[in-house]
């Protein structure tokens, strides 16, 4: 008879989670990366710091954004003695992750100026989103707010005038709680959110003070704002008398108190009851009258907030890097630690392919990250050629990996079974929450269109780009030729493609399809490239496994009735569901 202390049953059937563990220290993928594309002495003095909020992560993180999701924002309207001092409550757990964020780690200020985490000047964009993408594997919600924030100071740090920088940025750019001054956008109105040029709120020239900072009112309304209660918002209003359209829009700085402490003339009218992204703040918000300081040439404001729109356009691309990698670990726990019929459900040849569609766009949203990062950092040099390339890969990032985050998060749902619906376990908070990224900072449609219109038919960013990617692995002495050909064809394929869906007005409808397929023929490059490199160097080669399952499953064509099968694939298949690294012979053999 078998030893029934040792027969699983009950609880002991349930699939473990990832929680409890290092989100650093478990993501070799990552780490290859960091090798490749970061500076040695960076990465190594990064290191610990990757380590410790990997840690916070997997447990502390993790169990307050659960917390938090539970006790969203309580809006006050009026105090007790009937004054309209609308303020929001937040539960503890929120304001312990803001802490970890803003006091701990200085994310809002790290690539704004030297001295957190002990770096001697603001942090590489590699460093910066590095960061962004381990504290979303926990927290997608609070990211808005830490965004905005960042975001909101290289808007200032650029446009805003030398007397209003003396007035706000030592307290932007600070980590101590009681001084800091944490920030937002507030743009979407009734009138328009994709249509910028609708916006009905208006702006009235007050003058300029005897600090030199002029200041406006602003009346009206926004419809969508996240971080509804920031201390300071960077708003877009018309000031009366101004051109229609987004050319008569000006960008104001609204501070939620005025420079005596007393409160500004705005309230927050109600909280959103959202879908996702609980634990942060949304609300209306009604001008009245509002004291703004002017930022930048007031016939300028839509071009200065796109700025600030592009870098929470690439931050949306890494938080869906983020979620989908978490989306990974807990299906790879959930599969390997749930027996059916006998047997590891992660032995089953459906639920294999099931989690290859997990993987895959996983990796591809991680290379993304990498190469945009690195194209930024070169862009703030002072590189025209990166600025160009990162003109065209912020629009394809957060069109593509953030619309792939929302069948990723169902498919590791579907993965975990029926408790996955259920909201104690995290994948219900990730299927809800990966909704956002394809409303925030744009539509899909937009972002498409931003990549066809602009990116690709007035600036020629497809040929930017092609170029780019072509250095970069035909270089390689490890990359079979043949396979060197394959991308080579393919990416001048996908590049003709979007020309040609550029050119002519009537083909405005497969702008997703070009965004697309731009995504899929830079990520099939980057991970060519990024596997055969680490193989080259004695490590993991699997990447160049993934960039033929990208040719192969999004770039080629398909009959969906045809029960042919590569015979190389079903291996492939094998070698990256294993955590074992493959081998660059392997690799190459199957690639070639």
Known sequence: MPDMQHVPHGAHHIAPDVHGQNFYAIDRQFQDLMLLYMEPGLRAAMTPHFQRLGQLAGNRLDELAMIADKHPPVLNARDRFGRDEDWIDYHPAYREMEKIAFDDFGMHAMSHRAGVLGMAAPAHPLVKYAFTYLYVQA?????CPISMSDTSNFTMK??????????????LLSQDPAHMLKGAQLMTEKAGGSDVGALETEAERIGVGADGIERWKIYGQKWFCSHADADLALILARPRGAAPGTQGLGMFALPRRLEDGSRNSYRIVRLKDKLGTRSMASGEIVLDGATA??????KRGFKQM????NLSRLSHGVRAAAMMRRCLNEALAAARGRRAFGK???????????????MLPTEQALSMYAFSADAMGKA????????????????????????DNIPVASQTLEVRGGIGYIEEWVTARLVRDAQIGTLWEGTSNM?????????????????TLSAALKTKYEASGALPGQYKGLLGATLDRVERFAEAVASDPKHEKRSRMAAGALYHATTAALLAWEGATLGAQGGDARRLLLSRLVIEHRLAPQDPLSLNESSWEQEAMDLLLDDAPVPLAKATALVG
């Not at 209003?164 to 940025?169: A, H, S, T």
């Not at 300081?293 to 007031?298: A, K, N, Q, R, S």
């Not at 796109?306 to 729109?309: A, D, N, R, Y």
């Open 139 to 143: 927290e997608f919600g609070l990211m």
């Open 158 to 171: 650029t446009h805003a005038s030398p007397e209003l920088k003396r007035l706000l940025m030592d307290r």
């Open 293 to 298: 300081y002017l930022v930048g040439d007031v």
């Open 306 to 309: 796109m700025s600030q729109v």
């Open 344 to 358: 590891p459900t992660s032995e089953y040849p459906l639920l294999r392919r099931q989690l290859m569609k997990i």
């Open 380 to 403: 703030d040099k002072g590189d025209e050629d990166a600025a160009n390339l990162l003109r065209v890969l912020t629009p394809v990032y957060k069109f593509r990996a953030c619309r």
């Open 447 to 463: 972002n498409a269109l931003d990549v066809v219109q602009r990116a690709v038919g007035k600036s020629g960013g497809h040929k």
